[in-house]
């Protein structure tokens, strides 16, 4: 179906050991409650691929395709904007101008001059800061999202259409969330980040709960619980989220595999080393929401027990699933980040050992999430036309 090509697959010595609660459940049904209130909100597709179950010899696999999700192009929808309205309500009572104020007065404007006065921040590769710039001009505060120098010109542009700051920062995204972070600091504004460090949990602990709701809906959508879900990961909050709600639902059932670009697979390398570290170098990968260095801390207290097994895969076998997708029929349109787990799964599925490793077998019942449709549609057209 596709190429072999090069991967890793790393089993999780710690899996299933008890550790920290990460996404208590309360904050998972206020998420899912303000989220589900939202104009135009609807869950996202679940689509049934018999080809790729039947080439990787396994029961079913359901490809969750977050392309659709509120007109934003990736999940990444869930989590921002829910972080954001949440600081809101958060801040202006805490300035006294309104004790609970709702996310449909602050969209009707009821409390605009105070919400102007707060500025939201976030580092991005395109994705989250889309979410945090949507919410931002729906829940009108201010905005100023940050960079790294390889993030496209048509990611940038979805960006700014939404009314949002750009700045542009060299290096990686690594250096864009410390310059976010550093300008934060002297201006006073609110980070609003999708990873996490020491002291700076609270918001992108919202961003995860949100992230939530994507796992809850596909296990409402499928007839049978999965045995494996393969999640991309770039800091891990997406892959820690989904853990967490897939034992929320069906009780650790569920073997999780995080799939990170072999370019920048901190995850991967943090699970060899026991604990969280960095990988280096310039993490140029084409699988742009995962060129990622550092795991986020919240991300890593719930994966490194939570993960099955972590995989990293190539450049190359990504375009190959891109492709697959794109010219099955009914095409399914998949961005470069969302078919990191569909190319574990058929690289693994074909090796007896890897195989033999993940627990694949005919009754296994395979979830991927697709986590995003063509965020970039030149870079997605481009990559796609040899078909
Ligand atoms: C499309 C897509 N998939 C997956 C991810 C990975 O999410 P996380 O960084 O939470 O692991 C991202 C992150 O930006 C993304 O944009």
């Not at 994507?214 to 990961?233: K, Y």
């Not at 604990?275 to 719930?302: F, H, I, K, N, Y």
């Not at 997708?325 to 693994?348: F, Q, T, Y």
Request: aromatic share 6%.
């Amino acid at each position: 179906m596709i190429p072999n090509r090069p991967y890793r697959l790393l089993l999780n010595r710690r899996h299933g050991t008890p550790g920290v609660v990460v996404l208590p459940e309360g904050g998972f049904r206020r998420a899912r409650a303000e989220i589900e209130s939202w104009p135009g909100y609807e869950p996202t597709p679940l689509l049934p691929l018999p080809e790729v179950a039947q080439a990787a010899r396994v029961a079913a696999v359901h490809y969750k395709d977050e392309g659709p999700r509120f007109g934003l192009g990736s999940f990444k929808a869930l989590g921002g904007a829910y972080a954001v309205a949440k600081l809101l309500v958060t801040e202006l009572s805490r300035r006294g101008v309104a004790n609970h104020a709702t996310t449909k007065e602050l969209e009707e404007g009821a409390h605009r001059d105070a919400a102007q006065g707060i500025t939201v921040t976030c580092a991005t590769d395109g994705n989250h800061g889309r979410s945090v710039a949507w919410g931002a001009q729906r829940f009108g505060c201010r905005c100023v999202i940050f960079v790294h120098e390889g993030v496209s010109q048509g990611r940038r542009d979805a960006i700014a259409k939404y009314g949002a700051e750009l700045r542009v920062v060299p290096g990686t995204y690594d250096h864009a969330v410390r310059a976010c972070a550093h300008e934060a600091e002297r201006e006073a504004w609110f980070v609003v980040s999708d990873t996490s460090w020491e002291g700076y949990t609270e918001v992108p602990r919202d961003v995860m709960q949100g992230y939530r709701l994507m796992a809850e809906e596909a296990s409402n959508q499928l007839d049978a619980p999965p045995t494996h879900a393969f999640v991309p990961g770039g800091v891990g909050g997406v892959a820690a989220a989904v853990s967490v709600q897939l034992r929320a639902r069906h009780g650790g059932a569920v073997k999780v595999v995080a799939v990170e670009p072999d370019k920048a697979a901190c995850l991967l390398a943090s699970a060899e080393a026991g604990e969280p570290v960095a990988v280096e170098g310039d993490l140029d990968t084409l699988m742009a929401g995962l060129a990622c260095g550092e795991p986020s801390l919240l991300a890593w207290q719930e994966l490194e027990r939570g993960a099955f097994a972590f995989m990293s895969v190539s450049d190359d076998s990504a375009v190959d699933c891109m492709r697959l997708l794109a010219r099955r029929k009914p095409p399914v349109v998949a961005g470069e980040s969302a078919v990191a787990g569909l190319a574990a799964l058929l690289l693994a599925a074909r090796d007896p050992f890897s195989r033999a490793m993940l627990g694949l077998d005919a009754d296994s019942r395979v979830l991927l999430f697709g986590t995003e449709g063509a965020t970039d549609p030149e870079t997605y057209a481009r990559l796609t036309r040899e078909i």
